[in-house]
């Protein structure tokens, strides 16, 4: 990736760090996204004291405005956007009969308006130059139901037909766009979802109660599992491959 531009939303966090450091190492220059200012910036400066060439961009992807602006500048202060990572997130929990309209909206606006906002944006550059590749990060549960995760995984479903779609229009000006669908991954947002410090434990076991089977595997996933795994999306390696969600969960939903 020596050369090239990515552009990561969600940096500060668990799976969007681990993506700026891998495609940092591969030589990227990487344009690390996130509404927490202070996390990016210090992620962005301790990668840049290990030699990788990190800038840190503070911006709310749920503003279509915003998100305009930070692609102009980043294609401005960095160069053309080759590579793009949605994997900003927010998760709210609750009964899908119960969740208030706060927490849905909040839920959607990142997790697939943010996807759409800044799909659009790059893809708008990318289509006349004619090259690029755009991986969104979403979840297995866009496709298999989770009880009190209503709200996330309605909203990662709606991030994962809008990137087939979008790989589907604009495959004519050879632009790949793919779907990484993560299991449980070892973040502060799985270890939010348990107060009692349980949540790997959990994960691991199952929930015959909320009709959750366990990971055959045994472990959860490491954020470095889910970042190689864009990491090979974004390649030449995946060069003939688009429109394709490859589920990342240790067997947790039986290759469904």
Known sequence: MRGTVALV????????????????????EVAAVDLDGARVSALAERSRAEGAKVTAFTADVTSSAAVDRLVDEVEHRIGPVLHL???????????AHALSDEDWNATLAVNATGVFHVSRAVANRMVPRRRGAIVTVASNAAGTARADMAAYAASKAAATAYTKCLGLEVAHAGIRCNVVAPGSTDTPMLRGMHTDGAAVAASVAGSPEQFRVGIPLGKVARPEDIARTVAFLLSEDAG???????????GATLGV
């Open 85 to 95: 990572v949605n994997a900003a997130g927010v998760l709210r929990t609750g009964r």
């Open 9 to 28: 939303t969600g940096a500060a966090g668990g799976i969007g760090e681990a993506v700026v450091r891998l495609l940092a190492g591969r030589g990227a």
């Open 240 to 250: 003939h491959i688009t429109m394709h969600e490859l589920t990342v969960d240790g």
